[in-house]
């Protein structure tokens, strides 16, 4: 699955801003006993979301559109579900959230609880154009996320970080272990996502207004961790994972989703399949039962995941250097096919039909490869006011997905880049696994640099930071090769294997048939991020800050979808800050220049007042 990375590379440094400028606020502490203390710190926020922009006729179908009253849609493939939901100037997201901690300490012992409330008012009372599976395609209804995860659904309480920990002082040095759900915040990125990959990320709730991202930003795992620090400098820290869980999607309808299908790894349900047919609309094809259905996929495993990393100070160079192996099991689904006794041909009459006459139709399902390796380098420096830092991290088996078009194309047609492995497979029997993915070497390099900014332009203060990424996969000639990547709505592009040039008959879409947006073996881009703060004199304890966020995908495609080609994103926003009050408004713009961005027409604007106390 390839995702789109455009909010997450925000918020990555936008975790540096915040660590920068938070002030200070009320916390609720009590003593417990004459060593033991408690303290409490909760926040109540409440936001907005709105599209600004009306959705492209290149990213919806034909027939999808007229029956919302879109006309010219040129998109092949049904996939346009989110887009199609919200026209400009459609409220998308309006969460109401709770977050509380809870720390118990004693200066050498603690623990701590989050807690996570939520209700989105937008999601839940707002009805939307086109609908989805889940809720029957019903116009004007609203969505229904009885299939999604926990934390991607529209209300809910959920305990987040839970785990105990201590300090102990050991042979000159200290140790330090926790035990519970937590995060492990590896790596020197701002942006970019290398090594800090430990953890899952809840990319649902990166895309609400007024998201607190050092809290809620990675999924806290069920861990061992332990740290040891040396007296003379350096340390040595570990991890161990207990549990397995995947990373956080919007799915069936809501506006950050690219696909029609859930994610769960369970046969049934809602949202249970994907709309093919070029022919019909994706309402009348779930109705008639002409998709391709879901059925059981596979989880990644609770066992294998671990790490060690070594850290060393060159205090004649004023450095840290970080030395990182790791293993870990997949948080990014991937998705694959199955062979049905069907014959070549029968999505044309859809699986349903094929039960009709006691055949076992082919189907799609999500799994989550295990045991990728991750080894990696970082150096964090601080030169003349500024923090600098590289990172190079290696993956020799990174699970890489396979062009979802070229999948379905093979498993019915037999045609394509994957067709002779599609016959291979159906010749072998019912059930055998058309795989979605190959493992593949990839390496990554980023060099970024931060700073506190001095008085200027009337600021007090502020911050800048910037970030360049360049990576690399082995991947081989697409027009001849297995291709990688590109998102579902392109539909097939032009291969060797289907004539010289040629991709299937009846792709619309004007840029689906040229053989580009596949991943390729260079992929380089970088971010941008500057926050300025103004002290308001005649009312005390007020700051504006004004801030701006630029990313740029300069070349390539990266396996990752971190990187995509022309895709340009400016985030202009300001930040104002009464005492433990904060209210956030922005502005999002994506480049309409970036062919192969599913989300260039998702341009939005939103709002947010949060309160901690």
């Keep these: 699955m390839m995702v789109n990375h455009s909010k997450i590379n925000s918020s990555f440094g936008a975790v540096f801003v915040y660590f920068a400028f938070s002030q200070n606020c009320m916390a609720v502490q009590f003593d417990l006993s004459e060593t033991w203390r408690a303290q409490i710190d909760s926040s109540v926020s409440v936001g907005s979301a709105w599209r600004t922009q009306s959705p492209s006729k290149l990213l919806y179908t034909r027939l999808n559109g007229e029956r919302v009253g879109r006309s010219g849609g040129l998109a092949t493939v049904n996939v346009d579900g989110g887009d199609l939901n919200y026209s400009r100037g459609d409220r998308f997201s309006?969460?109401?959230?709770?977050?509380?901690?809870?720390?118990?300490t004693n200066g050498q012992y603690g623990g701590l609880l989050r807690i996570k409330a939520w209700y989105d008012d937008a999601l839940e009372n707002s009805g939307v154009h086109s609908g989805s599976q889940a809720n029957g395609y019903k116009k004007g209804g609203n969505l229904d996320d009885s299939g999604a995860a926990r934390l991607a659904r529209y209300k809910g309480i959920e305990a987040l970080d839970s785990y105990v920990w201590g300090k102990f002082a050991t042979g000159g040095g200290e140790t330090e272990v926790r035990a519970g759900r937590q995060s492990i915040p590896w790596g020197g990125s701002l942006f970019f996502q290398g090594i800090n990959q430990v953890n899952p990320v809840n990319f649902s709730a990166l895309r609400k207004p007024g998201a607190d991202l050092q809290k809620e930003m990675y999924i806290p795992i069920w861990s061992l961790y332990t740290k040891f620090t040396f007296a003379g400098g350096g340390?040595?820290?570990?991890?161990?994972?207990?549990?397995?869980?995947?990373?956080?999607?919007?799915?069936?309808g809501p506006y950050w989703v690219s696909f029609?299908?859930?994610l769960s790894t369970k046969a049934g349900g809602t949202c249970q399949g994907a709309a093919l047919l070029p022919g019909n609309t994706s309402e009348a094809q779930y109705r008639d039962g002409n998709y391709l259905p879901l059925g059981d996929g596979r989880e990644g495993s609770d066992s294998g995941q671990f790490g060690i990393a070594y850290h060393y100070p060159l205090e004649l160079i004023n450095t840290e250097i970080g030395l990182y192996a790791m293993q870990l099991n997949s948080r990014m689904p991937i998705i694959s096919a199955r062979t049905g006794d069907d014959p070549p041909g029968a999505l044309l009459n859809g699986p349903k039909s094929v039960e009709n006459i006691g055949l076992r139709p082919a189907e799609g399902f999500w799994e989550y490869p295990d045991n990728i390796r991750i080894f990696g380098i970082t150096t964090k420096s601080k030169v003349r006011g500024w923090a600098l830092g590289s990172e190079l991290s290696y993956t020799p088996n990174q699970p890489v997905q396979r062009n979802a078009n070229d999948i379905v194309m093979a498993l019915f047609q037999g045609t394509g880049p994957l067709g002779q492995q599609s016959i291979i497979a159906r010749?072998?029997?019912?059930?055998?696994?058309?795989?979605?993915?190959?493992?593949l070497k990839k390496a990554q390099f980023t060099v970024n640099a931060a700073t506190a900014l001095p008085a200027m332009l009337y600021a007090q203060k502020g911050t800048f930071a910037s970030e360049v990424a360049v990576q690399y996969v082995d991947v081989g000639d697409s027009f001849t090769g297995i291709r990688y990547g590109r998102g579902f709505i392109y539909g097939s592009g032009?291969?060797?294997?289907?004539?010289g040039g040629h991709c299937l008959t009846g792709n619309t879409q004007p840029d689906g048939c040229r053989d580009d947006g596949y991943v390729t073996k260079y992929s380089w881009g970088y971010r941008l991020k500057g926050q300025?703060?103004?002290?308001?004199?005649?009312?005390?304890?007020?700051?504006?800050?004004?801030?701006?966020?630029?990313?740029?995908d300069v070349s390539g495609f990266s396996s990752d979808g971190q990187m995509v080609e022309g895709r340009k994103q400016l985030g202009l926003g300001v930040k104002?800050?009464?005492?433990?009050?904060?209210?956030?408004?922005?502005?999002?713009?994506?480049?309409?220049?970036?062919?192969?961005?599913?989300?260039?027409?998702?341009?939005?604007?939103?709002?947010?007042?949060?309160?901690?106390?």
């Design 94 to 104: 309006t969460p109401y959230k709770l977050l509380s901690d809870i720390q118990i």
């Design 235 to 252: 340390a040595v820290d570990a991890f161990y994972q207990l549990k397995w869980q995947p990373s956080v999607f919007d799915t069936c």
């Design 260 to 262: 029609e299908m859930g």
């Design 427 to 439: 010749d072998s029997g019912v059930g055998v696994d058309v795989g979605g993915y190959d493992r």
């Design 494 to 499: 032009a291969h060797e294997s289907l004539g």
């Design 532 to 552: 300025l703060d103004y002290s308001v004199s005649y009312i005390a304890g007020l700051w504006v800050s004004p801030n701006v966020y630029f990313a740029h």
């Design 576 to 613: 104002f800050s009464y005492q433990s009050l904060t209210m956030d408004v922005s502005y999002v713009n994506f480049s309409d220049s970036a062919k192969y961005d599913t989300f260039r027409d998702h341009d939005y604007a939103n709002a947010a007042l949060t309160y901690k106390f």
